[in-house]
Each structure stands twice: as C-alpha cells, then as structure tokens.
C-alpha cells in the first residue's frame, strides 16, 4: 500500500516559495499528488500542504528532512515533514455524555480517523464497559473542588505514559489547567456546543433560546488558557424556530457536535490545519 510524506509550511509571504519547494520535490524525482496553498494578503504570511508520493522520491523520512533544511532557512519556514504511516496516538477524554465519544469510536473501527487511540480519560467511571468493549484502555481519574490539582496531575501523567501526540476534550466538562493547555498547545481538541464566540460558557443552548436564534451550531477549536476562545478548525449549524424548546435545541446540537468534531479532528490528523495566532488556516 502507497504511504506518503507530507509537508507542511507556514512562512512569511514572498515571491518564488511556490516554484522553489516544487522544484525541490521534483528534483529529487518526487510526485506530489495533492498541493494546497493560501497567502494571507493581510499578515503578509504564506501557507503550504504538499502530499508526495514516498516511493517516488527514494529518500527516508530523516534523508529528506536533512535535505530539505536548507530550503527552510532560506524561506524562514516554520515546517513539519511527516510519514503518513507514523499514526498520532490519540487520547480521548469525556465525562457522562457519550455522543461524541460513540461516533468518534465508531468512525475509529471503520477507518475513518488515521490515529491510535491510545486511552480514553474520564472523570465519571460510566463509559468503562463500552469503551473497553472496543479494546481500549479506560482510566478513572474523578475531578472534585477539593482535588483538582492531584487529578489532574494524574491526568498529565497518564497522558505522558501513553505517549500521546494529541488530546481530543469528546465532551468533557472540566477545564484543564493552564500549564496542560501550554505543554500541548496546538494538540488540544475540543467541541463547544455552542456556535462560538456567542454563547461561551455553561448551558449555551439554554442561552440561545432565551436570545431566541433561529441557528445553532457547534465549534471544534483548539483548547489554550483562555477558556473557549482557541484557534477555530470547524463549525456548523442547525436550524431552529419558536416553535422548538431548549431540550430540542440539546438534541439537535449533539447530531452539529458530533460530526464537526469528527472533522476537525479528521483534518488535525491529516495536518490540515495550520494555526496563526488565533486564526487557523484549514486546508480542507
């Protein structure tokens, strides 16, 4: 089966970055088989995706990056080269609702997300029988006033032991601690049921029927210290009238909160999503 390097880039906007990293590829006999590129006329920066065929190229992973260094110095490129066969180990972490946990295991086990999903952490001991049912290792980790410091010092642990890449928040209503959002900043997935920045915080469908919207939605963004106002990777809405109470607001938004998560977290593995600042820059 073909595998693939990917490189990504991000680097202040100037002519020639284009015909200097393709030529790059192709002089080393590589095929790019998909080519994404966005120029942020206003921040004067540039943004690149390259897919390449690894077969084509006749270089390992470490022999291309070497090669490929000095092109980044010229450019000032801030890049990642990786080999699409090297699977992220992904750490879920949930409390007691189980909808975005569900579809994310769901679309595990039928291919669709390229991960390891090395544990999941929660602060409820309720999805342990489901979760284990796919053969996956479930810890307990109960968060209360009175130990938050000690949890989620174990929490910090046992996503050190497992060695994790990324963390995805699949509904999990605590708030991680400022050095954790900083020890993984950009690795940190979270879905807000809300349609962000408007209704942040708790019961924000509860929220938006009392403000009476007609649309609500759901933000899949990266997690920093400043609670619900990370980097965005995906959003979307539903539709709602007068007529609709807020347990049907509830109930829409878990079908919006499932599937955007699944998307950004889709993307993120894929290294679609390049962050600037607080703004994203989403090769989807």
Known sequence: MSHFYRLVVSCPDRLGIVARVSNFIAGHGGSIT?????????????????????????MSLEELRDAFAPVAREFDMQ??????????????????????????LYRWTAGE?????????????????MVEWHGIPYHHVPVAADNKPEAFARVEQ??????????????????????????????????HHSF???????????????????????TCHYVTEELD??????????RVSHCH??????RF????????????????LEDRVLIHGNKTVVFA
């Not at 699409?84 to 579809?103: I, N, Q």
């Not at 708030?175 to 950009?186: E, H, K, W």
């Open 34 to 58: 998909e080519a994404s590129q966005h120029s942020d006329l206003e921040a004067g920066r540039f943004f690149m995706r390259y897919e390449i065929l690894a077969d084509s190229i006749g």
């Open 158 to 191: 046992l996503v050190e032991e497992l060695n994790a890449d990324s963390i995805v928040l699949a509904r999990y209503m605590q708030i991680l601690p400022p050095n954790l959002c900083q020890r993984y900043a950009g690795r940190v997935i979270n879905i």
């Open 196 to 218: 962000l920045p408007s209704f942040a915080g708790a019961k924000p469908y509860h929220q938006a029927h009392d403000r009476g919207v007609k649309l609500i939605g759901a």
């Open 245 to 250: 109470t807020p347990s049907d607001l509830v």
């Open 253 to 268: 938004g878990r079908d919006v909160e499932k599937t955007v998560l699944a998307r950004g977290l889709r993307w993120h």
């Open 79 to 104: 890049w990642a080269l990786r080999d699409t066969r090297d699977k992220r180990r992904v750490v879920l972490m949930v409390s007691r609702e189980s909808h975005c946990l569900v579809d994310l």
């Open 113 to 129: 997300l390229d991960c390891d999903i090395a544990a999941v952490i929660s602060n409820h001991d309720d999805m342990r029988g």
């Open 229 to 238: 106002a990370g980097p965005i990777i995906e959003q979307d809405i539903h």
